[in-house]
């Protein structure tokens, strides 16, 4: 029963803890031995809470067993990115400097998850402070793709992706900045889901940069991705940006089908840039969609265009812009990290306030971070602000308005989601550009603040996953689920890693 139970989508899962055909007790037996058996080559987990699981699922089972309702995640176990604040365990955000970290308060969406029957097994691994793609900048330990451990699982959201797609939770949480939940999802070929921003509350997430940040489901189908927005999304108070706009069923909005739907293909996405395997499995996906009837039109994107060099570098307005953009609010967000108010404090002699903190931040924060922070405080500085921040949110306004009036001639984006399937360790980590530009598809969505989701759409050559990313107007999730249902009803990508075979 325990192989049985996970294999089963979060949605399945809940239902058959309410019927009474297992329990959630069982549920979390199954997944606690499924992470102690796989968790030590995949490594992606940080904490794992294994008496407060227990407990929360005999907590489920005695509300099912007295006839009350547990709730929609009622007993299902799942993980949550280590960047999300517990007043349980420690959040570390895979940082030294906050490795004995205990937060005062809860995010709202451990919270709505909890309110919603879910059981937290634990906190997973991700790139330092959310800063990577890649899960190789961790200050803990790098963790592995269950398709091929001598792989990445992408980033920064690697240790949730490698969860989910090694059957070690029902579902994760992960947080996307520039494509955190989308590149790993793609890379481990499960679900990944961002979001329009604001509609999920970020009250409790540890920030990296406010404007682009948003919390989203990593799970195994569309629905559980839907399921889990359901549960999360809505206004808080607790977070200024959070949207007051009314939240859909999406459930009910999937059950009505979607009726030839028009897609738009970016012109600017499609160029020399995107070959070999990943092109041809998007094209495949495009005739699935004709096939169940939908129109595709061109369209166009020119601030988000994508080029390739004589050398087979690429490069992009919308990657310059971001990593100006993220880079600032990354310097910003992270001054707090000072070594005096909490979070690691140099042991050695200091003859200054100043000397403290130089020494307690260069002693604990990883090269990615040190390299994004020195970057957003030269964009920001005296002397540079106009020629590259204020530049950069000029071109970020370009961009969404590129995507605005694509919308006009189509319900959603069709597009790869990263330009490659996973790559070994340390094939990119020499070289930081090359790194920045696995997230080229991906980044213009979070600074435009729109949805995007990325689902598996076939393997390569050497049975690694490809995603195909959708992308919707602001607030069009419930139409965005339907449409990637439609495609993954009809492609029906039911491989999984060689290790769970």
């Not at 970290?101 to 709505?112: G, I, L, N, S």
């Not at 812009?321 to 002699?349: K, M, P, W």
Request: proline content about 5%.
């Amino acid at each position: 029963m325990n192989c049985e139970i996970t294999n089963l989508s979060a949605g399945e899962l809940a239902k058959a803890i309410a019927e009474g055909q297992t329990t959630s007790t069982a549920a979390t037996l199954a997944y606690l031995d499924a992470i102690e058996k796989f968790d030590p080559q995949l490594q992606a987990f940080n904490e794992v809470y294994a008496d407060r699981a227990m407990k929360c699922a005999a907590e489920a089972d005695a509300k099912i067993s007295a006839g009350q309702n547990a709730g929609p995640l009622g007993g299902v176990p799942i993980a949550i990115k280590d960047n999300l604040c517990t007043t349980w365990g420690h959040t570390t955000c895979s940082s030294r400097y906050l490795e004995n970290f205990c937060a005062p308060y809860t995010a709202t969406v451990v919270e709505r998850l909890e309110n919603a029957g879910a059981v937290i097994l634990g906190k997973t691994n991700l790139d330092e402070f959310a800063m990577g793609s890649s899960t190789e900048n961790s200050g803990f330990h790098v963790s592995r793709n269950p398709w091929d451990v001598r792989k990445v699982p992408g980033g920064s959201s690697g240790g949730s992706a490698a969860a989910v797609a090694g059957r070690l939770c029902a579902a994760a949480l992960g947080s996307d900045t520039g494509g955190s939940i989308r590149q790993p999802a793609s890379l481990c070929g499960i679900v990944g889901c961002k979001p329009t921003y604001g509609r999920i509350s970020r009250y409790g997430l540890v920030a990296f940069g406010s404007s682009l940040d948003q919390i989203g489901p990593m799970t195994r189908t569309v629905r559980d991705a839907a399921l889990l927005t359901q549960v999360m999304a809505g206004h808080d108070g607790h977070d200024a940006t959070s949207l007051p706009n009314a939240v859909p069923d999406y459930a009910a909005a999937m059950n009505t089908p979607v009726k030839n739907p028009k897609i738009g293909l970016p012109r600017e996405f499609y160029t020399d840039a995107l070959g070999g395997e990943v092109r041809q499995s998007i094209e495949k996906a495009i005739e699935v969609y004709k096939s169940l009837g939908a129109e595709f039109v061109d369209v166009s994107l020119p601030h988000s265009r994508i080029d390739m060099d004589a050398a087979g570098n690429l490069s992009s307005y919308a990657v310059a812009c971001y990593y100006i953009v993220c880079t600032a609010e990354c310097s910003s967000n992270l001054a707090r990290f000072d070594g005096v108010h909490y979070g690691y404090r140099t042991r050695q002699n200091v003859s200054d306030i100043v000397e403290l903190y130089c020494k307690s931040r260069a002693e604990s924060l990883g090269d990615e971070v040190k390299r994004r922070i020195m970057l957003g405080n030269y964009a920001l500085s005296s002397g540079y602000y106009d020629a590259y921040y204020n530049k950069a949110l000029k071109v970020r306004r370009l961009i969404a308005d590129d995507f605005s009036a694509a919308f006009r001639q189509c319900d959603v984006l069709l597009c790869p989601t990263s330009p490659t399937t996973a790559f070994r360790f340390g094939e990119k980590s020499a070289n930081p550009i090359e790194m920045y530009m696995a997230d080229i598809y991906t980044i213009s969505l979070n600074l435009a603040g729109l949805p995007g989701m990325s689902l598996p759409c076939g393997l390569d050559s050497q049975g690694m996953p490809i995603g195909m990313q959708l992308i919707g107007p602001v607030l069009s999730e419930a139409s965005l689920f339907g449409i990637a249902e439609m495609y993954e009803k009809a492609a029906k990508f039911d491989a999984k890693p060689a290790m769970l075979q």
